[in-house]
């Protein structure tokens, strides 16, 4: 059963523009969210997070966005940058982590 | 920053043999390593935790004969498929923590995977 999911298998932005992955998860349970970025022949490398107390986190040009009575969360990309091509991956955290499938981002010079 | 390294990348053995799979916490000490398997399309799936010193915790639906964990060191942990057939072939990937809490928030260390493929 699939609690984490991400719908989209990938995504192309140009650069400059907004790149906005998104995940759905079903557990009300989960507290705490994560953002994982991938590169080839890496390991998931930790990008962000936020608790399930708050709506919003910032870092940078990173933002994550969380919508609990939609159980959705997004991560916004701005300004995206060629650099930011990689997998990224949504975890949900409650007794273990959960992960996403994924989605392939490529921002296009 | 912490770094996990994971060996080996990509290996192929025939069916009915057995591999070995490391990861070592290079600058830290792991005191809990987790191992985690993804088919194709599909997500991390955790497979088990361990912890140094005991015996690791097997997620159901995870044969713990045949998927050997040893944690013996703070930091080293093996996995071992043994008897490996061509289901078992998949992307295996490790993460560790030093700290479980500071894991559970974003503070995991993945290595960067292992590739089986059984022929």
């Known amino acids: 059963d699939q609690q984490v999911k991400q719908n989209s298998p990938s995504l192309s932005v140009q650069e400059g523009r907004i790149s906005i992955l998104n995940c759905d998860y079903t557990?009300?349970?989960?507290?705490?969210f994560l953002w994982y970025k991938k590169y080839p022949a890496e390991g998931p490398t930790f990008l962000i997070s936020?608790?399930?107390?708050?709506d919003k986190n910032e870092d940078g040009r990173f933002t994550v966005f969380l919508n609990k009575s939609a159980k959705h969360l997004s991560l916004h990309i701005v300004p995206s940058q060629p650099g930011d091509s990689a997998v990224y991956f949504c975890?949900?955290?409650?007794?273990?982590?959960?992960f996403g499938t994924g989605t392939s981002l490529t921002v296009i010079p | 920053g912490a770094v996990v390294s994971q060996h080996p990348s990509r290996v192929i053995c025939k069916s009915g043999t057995s591999v070995k799979i490391e990861c070592r916490s290079l600058?830290?000490?792991?005191?809990?390593m987790f191992w985690y398997r993804q088919f194709p399309k599909q997500s991390l799936m955790l497979m088990a935790t361990?912890?140094?010193?005991?015996?690791?915790?097997?997620e159901q639906g995870v044969e713990k004969d045949k998927f050997l964990i040893n944690h013996a060191s703070l930091t080293l942990s093996t996995l071992t498929v043994t008897s490996a057939h061509p289901e078992d072939s998949s992307f295996y990937i490790c993460?560790?923590?030093?700290?479980?809490?500071?894991?559970?928030?974003?503070?995991?260390?993945f290595g960067s995977g292992t590739r089986l493929t059984v022929v």
């Open positions: 557990n009300s349970m989960f507290d705490y």
């Open positions: 993460s560790a923590t030093q700290d479980s809490q500071q894991g559970r928030l974003g503070g995991y260390t």
């Open positions: 936020i608790s399930s107390i708050k």
């Open positions: 975890a949900a955290s409650g007794n273990q982590f959960y």
């Open positions: 361990s912890n140094e010193g005991s015996k690791a915790t097997y």
């Open positions: 600058d830290f000490q792991a005191t809990t």
